[in-house]
């Protein structure tokens, strides 16, 4: 399969803003032909609702979408549309039948119908271009429904997935229809599991995504039918669990891999959810020391004043430095050296375990008072639900922000761990999207309150206590409130949980100064190397949509000399994608491999600083096996190409990338085996 997007000149208050869609090639929504409205014995009409909606043979309705017409079958929530090109089927049948439909109602906007046998009810109309289908329970009981059913159009030849930064991936590819890859069957948690609540299908030169707004509660499947991948969207209603409320959009798009990103940018720009990196910057004027730098955590040595003015020796003139909150944090001294140095520094911290401090293993997991066990979220047993690696339990963000406004417990945590003078903050696990519905009758919620509760300390930490402030893998949901994070841009397999338990090959968490798992060089097994770093795969969806809103890493478990067989595809990638690479440093790596680090930060900076503000405009790939990619940030302020095969592609040597800046009279290379050695 050989993707290849038209090109996007895009205005960069245009980008800014997403309020439309500057990827797509299909026509305008406007210039669409709406379709002429005829009377039907069993379809009502609202009084003086104009005819957006068509409702024939009793049970279509049709809707205009920008680049042609919709049409949802209420028999069997079967989606098509037809367009120049003719028509393609955006959904098979719900896979779990909704019963038989009462009668179509046409709306100002749309039409709606119910039914009544399972207890739902249904919107379908036109917004911005795109068919909403919204569908509400209305009934006392839980129950799921499977749907949209997609991949099922003949046309079909690749599905877009924002698993980290995101991949697109030949329906038909043989070893993603395997049980080697571990997609096939598996059940992806659309708020944990996926970065974005969306994905795609490419269908020749044309395309289709699909954005899930209501993604607490919706899971995605996929399964392999005859040899070619379907993707299932599976929503569990329930009353308890506040998601009685399932939408999902389609749209058509002009079949760019990165389509489905370029639609959710502009559906985010639209509702008001699209933060801006400037923005942050004017906020916070420290943010702009990311611009640039590459992340590390730091141990031993690399910890003090003087490991800090080492590594600035070397050339290495922005850095981000993280520490753990453990018994020998950095001190004021290394901190001020730090930011002399140019560098942001922060402490990592959890607002999401606790311990009892008699026995307690890590201090982030110690509360004074009564926190635990009393903010230990409960499960429908009663009991507490186990924290991470079943130790001590999660603490509840309900209880934290009943609490707040007399105990101060999150407050004081965080001038406690930035009495040291830090600027910057990492906040574990608090955007990764793992929420938790919360049966304690102290402190009930549901996971969209558990959303809400951690947006809004977050927005503290970034708005009222001016931190530059970072999570682990980011759902796109907490863009407006984070500058950075760390884990986004890694499209995990679940092999690699597997490998990182074999502490004799992965390493573990000893010794103290320098724990294995981070500065042990470790190999992948050679299936899950394939599906997280085959290139031919990698496709960058979160930058697409995010790119000029936050900075985004792999995770940090995975630092730069982790993977050692890696290290040059991971480098590219970074280039291309116009993102930093991440580290773990300590007295002696910074002695033995520090240069390296020099070397790449040396050459990435100037390309951050001038294009880490703005979008990612353009992805495409350049031959026939998608070893040769190439970006473009903002109206060609930045162009990346990369080659990640073995042969020169048009001068450019294997293992190479070129970028140029607008006003570069020659492309500035990188082969990043030449700086490894």
Not at 205 to 220: E, H, K, M, N, Q
Request: hydrophobic content about 35%; overall charge neutral.
């Amino acid at each position: 399969m050989h993707f290849i997007t038209s090109r996007r000149t895009v205005r960069a208050a245009a980008v800014a803003l997403a309020a439309t869609l500057p990827c797509v090639t299909l026509a305008d929504a406007a210039q669409a032909a709406a379709p002429q409205a005829a009377p039907h014995a069993k379809a009502q009409t609202a009084p003086g609702a104009p005819q957006s909606a068509r409702v024939h043979g009793g049970h279509l309705v049709d809707l205009p979408i920008r680049g042609g017409t919709a049409t949802v079958d209420t028999t069997t929530l079967r989606v098509t549309a037809r367009t120049g090109k003719g028509e393609v089927e955006l959904s098979a049948p719900a896979a779990t039948a909704p019963g038989k439909p009462g009668k179509v109602v046409v709306t100002a906007d749309g039409a709606r119908w119910t039914y009544p046998g399972s207890g739902l009810a249904v919107t379908a109309r036109s917004d911005q271009g795109r068919l909403v289908v919204s569908i509400k329970s209305t009934g006392a009981a839980d129950r799921t429904l499977s749907w949209p059913v997609t991949g099922t159009d003949r046309a079909v030849s690749a599905v877009q997935l924002p698993r980290g930064e995101g991949l697109s991936i030949p329906v038909g590819d043989a070893f993603w229809n395997s049980d080697r890859a571990q997609l096939v069957n598996s059940e992806l948690d659309m708020p944990s599991a996926l970065t974005m609540p969306l994905w795609g299908h490419t269908l020749g030169g044309r395309g289709v995504s699909y954005l899930v707004p209501t993604d607490i509660g919706t899971s995605l499947r996929s399964t392999s039918e005859h040899g070619r991948l379907r993707t299932t969207a599976t929503h569990r209603f329930s009353r308890d669990e506040g998601t009685t409320d399932y939408t999902v959009t389609f749209a058509l798009t002009d079949g760019s891999p990165v389509a489905p990103a370029v639609d959710y940018r502009a559906w985010l720009g639209q509702h008001g959810q699209l933060g801006s990196l400037r923005a942050k910057i004017d906020a916070v004027p420290a943010t702009k020391k990311l611009l640039g730098a590459f992340h590390a955590y730091t141990w031993g040595d690399a910890r003090t004043a003087e490991g800090v003015k080492k590594l600035r020796a070397l050339g290495v003139d922005r850095m981000w430095l993280g520490y753990d909150a453990d018994d020998t944090p950095m001190d004021a001294a290394a901190v001020a050296a730090a930011k002399k140095a140019g560098y942001l520094v922060g402490p990592y911290d959890s607002f999401a375990n606790g311990q009892d401090p008699k026995s307690s293993d890590a201090p982030t997991s110690v509360w004074p008072d009564q926190v635990y066990p009393d903010f230990c979220v409960q499960g429908a047993d009663g009991k507490p639900v186990p924290g991470f690696h079943d130790r001590g339990c999660y603490l509840s963000s309900e209880a934290f922000e009943k609490a707040e406004p007399t105990r101060h417990y999150l407050a004081d945590r965080t001038k406690k761990m930035t009495a040291n003078g830090a600027d910057s903050y990492f906040l574990d696990v608090d955007a990764a999207g793992e929420l938790f519905r919360d049966h304690s009758d102290a402190h009930p919620m549901d996971q969209a309150r558990d959303r809400a509760n951690r947006l809004a300390r977050m927005e503290r930490l970034s708005g009222k206590d001016r931190l530059v402030l970072g999570s682990e893998s980011a759902g796109a949901w907490s863009n407006r409130v984070l500058a950075f994070d760390h884990g986004s841009g890694t499209p995990v397999a679940d092999g690699l949980w597997k490998a990182q338990k074999d502490k004799e090959k992965w390493g573990g968490y000893t010794p103290a100064k320098a724990p294995g798992i981070f500065f042990k060089p470790a190999e992948l097994p050679a299936d899950v190397a394939k599906a997280m770093y085959d290139p031919a795969y990698r496709v960058p969806l979160y930058e697409t949509a995010l790119h000029d809103s936050l900075v985004n890493t792999e995770r940090w478990e995975l630092s730069y000399d982790k993977l050692p067989q890696q290290k040059t595809t991971r480098a590219l990638l970074a280039m291309l994608y116009n993102t930093p690479l991440n580290f773990v440093l300590d007295g002696k790596s910074i002695q033995e491999r520090g240069s390296e680090l020099a070397a790449l930060q040396k050459y990435f900076k100037p390309l951050h600083e001038a294009a880490g503000t703005q979008a990612m405009t353009d992805f495409r790939t350049l031959n026939a096996d998608r070893t040769v990619q190439r970006t473009v940030f903002g109206d060609g302020t930045l162009t990346v190409t990369a080659n990640f095969g073995t042969k020169a592609y048009d001068g450019l040597p294997g293992g190479c990338v070129d970028a140029k800046l607008r006003d570069d009279r020659k492309p500035r290379r990188l082969c990043p085996a030449d700086v490894n050695r």
